[in-house]
């Protein structure tokens, strides 16, 4: 699972691939969707009136049947755009075949060098040798021994995002929470646990493998929803900021390590702040989440990555960017934070009312919002039932 049992989860709701569906109609695209595998029942992005068409597949390997069978031999290359792991590890892992028919985000244009960075043993010593701060960190699975210098409490996550969820994630006060908390076949890296002050996510877009890279701004995670093993895992409340005002995020590093991989595409890279010091978390290379809070900012980073396909980016197009800071995007399950009794209802309100764009409500395309609050009016009716039949 990816939050409380309550909450609808992430991959049914795929408010990421809503947040890039809206960046590019905003913009006048109608972008064509291939659907990874979802509950129909909670998934509200394909009431989106932005989308020309859609394939439901299968499976995420039926996309790349879909891309060859419908759009193999189009005049103009299709510009192709990620809003998971999954499926940007799959084009990714097929570069060679697609790249001369589609513009996929890539890594100096060559096969499996994404997947190979996806990877977070290889990915955290590029970062440290990019001058990024890490924390402590061990690599570990259910069959080997376990490290003697290990440092509790530890946060356990898998290698790679794809293979493991945020489910894998632990906090391990000892060896024996530890040992429980492995699972077979999960490649695990454990780090040492740092109870951070806040988090930070600088979304990115980076061009010309990694020679350009542009970060408008950086996202401060106000309130974060919680796992069900009692981890942040997603910022619910959030607050886009200027970057000046983050001097300890070493942007430096960050320009770096997208020319070492030769990166091109949307990312972002995710950081913890504890007493000053910021740490490295890891990156995505795909559009995030929360990547939405910078369009309705005035920076739309999928249709730049369209702009640099269809005809290259020069810098008078950086030039005229302006971002809005402080911008406040605001998670309408954040709903959950009042039941949980982590803020009152009538601060909630405020915040929702104040809030300068929200995740599902969307004046210009309302329907994914109206599906949305359809879908928990319809679960909140279940479980009144439930209880009455309980009794």
Excluded at 113 to 125: A, L
Excluded at 271 to 285: A, Q, S
Aim: aromatic share 12%; glycine share 8%.
């Amino acid at each position: 699972g990816m939050a409380p049992a309550r909450r609808i989860k992430g991959r049914y709701a795929h408010h990421n691939t809503l947040g890039l569906v809206r960046s590019l109609g905003e913009k006048g695209i109608r972008p064509i969707l291939l659907l990874e595998p979802c509950d129909l029942k909670f998934c509200c992005v394909r009431f989106s009136k932005y989308i020309s068409k859609m394939h439901y597949l299968k499976s995420v390997e039926d996309g790349l049947e879909v891309l060859k069978k419908e759009y193999w031999n189009e005049k103009e290359k299709p510009v192709v755009l990620n809003a998971g792991d999954p499926s940007i590890c799959l084009l990714d892992a097929h570069y060679d075949a697609l790249k001369d028919k589609f513009c996929i985000f890539n890594a100096r244009g060559e096969q499996g060098r994404i997947n190979y960075f996806m990877d977070k043993s290889n990915q955290f010593q590029l970062a440290e040798r990019c001058g990024l701060n890490l924390i402590k960190t061990w690599r570990v699975n259910s069959q080997c021994e376990l490290p003697s210098d290990m440092i509790y409490p530890c946060l356990t996550k898998g290698n790679n995002s794809t293979g493991s969820g945020k489910g894998d994630m632990c906090i391990c006060r000892n060896v024996n929470e530890l040992k429980a908390c492995l699972r077979d076949g999960v490649d695990y890296l454990v780090q040492e646990y740092v109870e951070r002050d806040y988090e930070l996510c600088a979304i990115g877009f980076s061009w010309n493998h990694g020679q350009d890279m542009l970060v408008p701004a950086i996202v401060r995670k106000i309130r974060d929803y919680v796992n069900e093993n009692g981890i942040p895992s997603e910022g619910s409340y959030m607050r886009l900021e200027s970057l000046e005002d983050y001097p300890l995020v070493n942007l430096d590093a960050i320009r770096n390590f997208m020319q070492q991989v030769g990166y091109e595409g949307m990312f972002d890279v995710d950081f913890i702040v504890k007493d000053g010091v910021c740490y490295f978390l890891e990156v995505n290379f795909r559009n995030d989440a929360i990547s939405y809070i910078c369009t309705a900012a005035g920076v739309d980073l999928p249709y730049m990555w369209c702009c640099y396909c269809l005809g290259g980016i020069d810098d008078g197009f950086v030039a005229k960017i302006k971002c809005n800071t402080p911008f406040i995007m605001m998670n309408e399950d954040n709903l959950y934070d009042v039941f949980d009794g982590k803020v009152g209802m009538m601060r909630w309100l405020r915040e929702y009312l104040s809030a300068d764009a929200h995740v599902y409500m969307n004046v210009r395309d309302p329907k994914p919002f109206l599906f949305y609050m359809w879908v928990h009016v319809r679960q909140m009716c279940k479980k009144i039932v439930r209880g009455i039949l309980a009794v």
